[in-house]
Every structure is written in C-alpha cells, then in structure tokens.
C-alpha cells in the first residue's frame, strides 16, 4: 500500500462518524459482563451454588430476542425525546438510561440474602436494555455513513465494546477486590459500590448520544406508518410478552412434575430438566405467538403493518436462497458459537475455583485476552481477505475446539499461571480469527432492504441455543466435573464444522460480497 493511502487510511479513522462508534462501542459492552463473567465472581462469593450462577446466564437471553421489539425502536417515536433529539438519539438516550437504572437495581440487592428472583429481575431488565441499545447502534451505525465508511466504523465499535467489556470485566473486579471483596471474606458494599460506579460509567455512552447528530432520514416511505398504528403495536407487544410470562409461570408445577418423570425414565435429573425447560419455554412462546394472531384478527394492528415488519424480511431471505441452503445457512448462524458461549458462562467460576484471585483473572483473562482478541481480529481480517471468508470459518471452528482441550489440560495443572496465560492467548486469538470471520458471514447474508431487521434475526439466533445451554453448564460441571465437560464443549464444535464444509459447497459468499 502506497504511503498516500496509508494517510487516507488514517485520516478515514479520525472521521467523527468512526470515533462516535468508538464510544458507542464502549457503551455497548459495559452491561454484557455485567450480566456474565462478573456478576458470576460475585454470586459465588455471595455463596451462591453453581448451577444457580449459570443459570444467570439467561437474563442476557435478550439479547437473542431483540428481533421481536427491533421493528419498534425503529418505527416508533418516542414523546418529547423523538422531536428534540431525532429518532435515533432519542432511544439511544432512553436505553442508556434504563442500562443505568438497571445497574443500579442490581447494586441496591444482596444474592447473600437470598433475594435472587430480584437480582434475576434487575439482571432480565439490563439485559433487555442492553439489547435495546444495540437495536439502536447498529441502525445508527448504517445510517449514519455510506457504504466506503462502514468497515472502519464496524472496526471502531468493536475496539470500544472490548473496551467497555474491559471496563466491566477487569475494571469490576479489580474494584470489588480493592474495595475489600475476597472469595473468602464477602463483602456487600464493595460489589455494591463496584456495580454503581459501572452505572456511572454509561455517563460515556449519554455524553456521546447528546453531542453526536442525528443520521440522516432514510426511511423507505412505503413501510412508515402513523403513531396510531405503532401505539397499537406495541400494545400488541405487550400482550404477547404479559402472555408468554403467564404461561411460562403457571406452567412452573407441571414442568416439576414432568421433570421427576423424565428424570425417572432417563435416569439423567440435568437432562431431564434441559427437555422440560426447553419444552416449557416453546409452549410459551407458541402461547404468546397465539394470543398476537388473535389480536390481528380482532382488528388491533393492521395485517399489512405485521407482514411488513415480521414476514417480509424472513420471506425475502428464503426467496433468495431456497429453503434447504437457507435452513441450512440458519443452522450454521444458530450453531457457529455454542462451544464458546457454553464455556465462557463459567469460565470465570472455573478460574476462581482453581485458586486464582480476582486480580489475577482481570489482569490475565480480561486485560491480556483482550489484546489477544485484537489481534486475533486483525490477523482474522487479513486471512479472509487472502484465503477466504469460508476457510477461515472453518480455521475458526476447529481453532474454537481444540483451544477447549487446552482448558482440560488447565484443570488436570491446576493454578499454573503459565499454563493460564497460554489458555487464555489461544482461546482468545482463535476467538478474534473466528469472529472477523463470522461478522464477513452474517454481513453476506443480509439484504440492504432489510439490513436492520434480518441482522437482528441473525445476531439474536447466533447466541439463542448456545445462552439456552449455556444455562445449565453449572449442572453439568457438577455431574461431569471440568474435564469431561471441556471435552464436551470441545465435541460441540463438530457439526459445526461439517456445517461449514457443507454450506460451502452451495453459498457462494465471494459472489454475494461483490454484488
């Protein structure tokens, strides 16, 4: 590359839109481990069991059902903000500050006390606003630049929500542990001072929201329609979701019921409880599914307005692709993660449970694997280019899987801070390889008609079953211990990649990259 364009290069990334994304990324990857790895460390220092802190993991399931309310946050104006700040800055803004109320929640509940329905609630209530502000970023991010600024806009965010994940990561814990937290002596007020001061921390993401300009209007008129339509939208939303929390609380005592039964059959109580909850959680779905189709029928939305929002991306991309590569393509999207998030519920716990202290596991796994995921991005960006989005998939996959067995080999040595560092550097780089890789993939997949929505369908079906699962892996550690489950984890990454060599024989991404 000449010196000319590397100067273009760099003047490109000081482009205002690219920084603004720089701190909307920071914004966006404070709450996630809020929810995840840090909130675990403080449930087990809480004295709370294993099987309970995982089952946390399922408050960030928002993030998998962004697609439901994503047409919402798109179309609809909110009172007062909408006309003073714009459409876009306007939820922004809102979600930002239901991130920091949710903090908050969090930070005024002890788990030690037993009150862990609230501490759940507080953490659903995060995870639905940090999705939230994600619908919004991502609609920002494409709206606010032409196509010859969206990689490097793409690059910025990443490098902030790291950023933010770092702040939430390492910062949290080395702040619990300097204000006096130790998995041996618990104390309260340092998690609660910790977990208001991240809420503080979102002060980044306002700050940018209100200084930052509104995108341009790029609405295709045919799909707008009038507040009165929208308002009796997301009163159908609000059904359907009150709907889906009635069914799945009152079938509470039969799924017990069913649980001892299939326990009793199967002689195996964790995968019992996995069919049932799995189970449980369609049958709600269908029930709040049900309840918005007689609601359209009755006449509170508009057919059309439905169609429109729900039904013509998912037919688009079928149309273009024709079922049997698109269930195929869907299966790979839904599938790609899941020995990664599986692990990474409890890795954390893992951590600590082999003796390392929390500023140990900040400096080492937060700190040191965040510099090994921006590598692995960056040379994950160059091998594409060079081989192939498709093989570098695959490299992914297999790297993902055997970077697994590494974590065995970690729990066989016990507290090696050696053999930690090089855990941590091989899952992290293969982890930063495979996702430049897999961004290139599901940005293929998508139509520019429907760019908001189908990648909200496929961002949310990415971590849907591996978060479902991942639930449940403080059980399995608990009936397998660490080694047979790493190994299990590590074997999940096998369809994957017949997966991958499959899809490749029928999806030309190079094709659809240059049309």
């Not at 030690?112 to 209530?125: C, D």
């Not at 300097?178 to 993401?205: E, P, V």
């Not at 500023?359 to 280019?385: E, R």
Request: glycine letters at 6%.
């Amino acid at each position: 590359m000449t010196t000319e364009l590397w100067s273009d290069t760099i003047k490109a990334f000081c482009h205002r839109r690219v920084i603004t994304m720089l701190f909307l990324g920071i914004a966006a990857g404070i709450p996630l481990l809020l929810i995840f790895s840090s909130l675990s460390l403080w449930l087990r220092e809480a004295d709370v069991e294993r099987s309970a802190v995982t089952y946390f993991s399922w408050a960030a399931l928002g993030y998998s059902f962004k697609f439901v309310w994503a047409p919402l946050v798109d179309k609809l104006p909110l009172p007062l903000l909408s006309k003073r700040l714009g459409r876009r800055r306007a939820w922004l803004l809102l979600s930002q500050l239901m991130i920091m109320l949710a903090i908050s929640m969090m930070a005024l509940i002890d788990p030690a006390t037993g009150a862990l329905s609230a501490m759940g609630w507080a953490a659903v209530f995060l995870g639905f606003s940090a999705a939230t502000q994600d619908i919004v970023i991502d609609a920002y991010r494409i709206e606010s630049a032409d196509t010859d600024l969206q990689t490097l806009m793409a690059s910025s965010y990443i490098a902030g929500y790291r950023i933010g994940m770092l702040l939430a990561g390492a910062g949290a814990l080395y702040l619990a542990s300097y204000l006096g937290s130790t998995k041996t002596l618990y104390s309260y007020q340092a998690w609660q001072s910790t977990y208001f001061i991240m809420a503080g921390a979102m002060l980044i993401g306002v700050v940018t929201t209100l200084v930052i300009a509104e995108p341009d209007e790029r609405q295709n008129n045919e799909l707008v329609h009038s507040t009165q339509d929208y308002l009796s939208f997301l009163l159908l939303f609000a059904l359907a979701v009150t709907a889906f929390i009635a069914a799945f609380y009152t079938s509470a005592e039969p799924a017990q019921t069913a649980k001892l039964a299939l326990d009793a059959l199967v002689a195996n109580h964790n995968l019992a409880s996995f069919i049932v909850e799995l189970i449980r959680l369609v049958l709600a779905l269908a029930f709040a599914g049900l309840v918005a189709k007689l609601l359209v029928m009755i006449g509170l939305v508009q057919q059309q307005q439905v169609s429109q929002t729900y039904i013509a991306p998912v037919k688009d991309f079928f149309d273009r692709y024709g079922l049997s590569l698109a269930l195929l393509l869907l299966a790979l999207v839904g599938l790609y993660r899941i020995s990664d998030i599986v692990l990474g519920v409890i890795a954390n716990v893992f951590y600590q449970d082999l003796g390392f202290s929390k500023p140990v596991i900040a400096s080492v796994v937060k700190s040191f694997g965040l510099a090994m995921t921006i590598l692995g991005g960056f040379l994950g960006g160059l091998l594409a280019v060079r081989f192939g989005v498709m093989r570098i998939l695959f490299l992914g996959g297999v790297l993902s899987a055997l970077t697994n067995i590494l974590f065995m080999l970690l729990a066989q040595m016990g507290q090696d801070i050696t053999m930690l560092y090089i855990v941590i550097a091989a899952d992290n780089l293969s982890a930063g390889l495979a996702s430049a890789a897999f961004i290139a993939f599901l940005s293929s997949l998508t139509n520019i008609s429907f760019t908001a929505m189908q990648y909200a369908i496929f961002s949310s079906l990415m971590t849907l079953f591996p978060k479902v699962l991942g639930g449940y892996s403080g059980s399995m550690v608990e009936t397998l211990g660490y080694e047979q489950f790493f190994l299990m984890t590590a074997l999940m990454g096998i369809p994957v990649l017949v997966l991958i060599v499959w899809a490749n024989r029928y999806f030309d991404i190079k094709h659809v990259l240059d049309k």
